[in-house]
């Protein structure tokens, strides 16, 4: 069974940093690609982050965050994580890492980071 658990999320001031985290289990983890979305209140899912399988070698970013965030995987672990630096309140969000395997998507519960100003 493919299960993906967040967890890290939590009420942040305006510049603070979080680092999310993302563990799974039931699937070869490091054949796969990750990816690190989000949802603000009222808004649709938008993909975040995400980093390539195995030495994880490729990151892309939204423009959005790209410069405060960063996308790492410890295979050994069956971890990804986001670190996620110099938060504004438009970072609000429920967080979800997401992959697919053999064309199925699998998503975690979510993770809810909140940032006050």
């Known amino acids: 069974q493919v299960l993906l658990v967040e967890s890290g999320g939590a009420l942040a001031q305006l510049g603070e940093s979080l680092t999310l985290c993302c563990k799974s289990s039931g699937f070869a983890f490091f054949r796969h690609v990750m990816h690190w979305y989000r949802q603000a209140p009222g808004k649709g899912r938008e993909l975040a982050a995400l980093?390539?399988?195995?030495?994880?070698?490729?990151?892309n970013y939204a423009d959005s965050v790209k410069g405060r965030f960063t996308v790492t995987r410890d295979n050994a672990k069956n971890t990804v994580y986001l670190q996620m630096h110099s938060l504004k309140p438009e970072d609000t969000a429920v967080y979800y890492c997401r992959t697919t395997i053999t064309g199925v998507e699998y998503w975690g519960q979510g993770t809810q980071v909140t940032v006050s100003s």
């Open positions: 980093i390539t399988n195995a030495g994880g070698g490729y990151k």
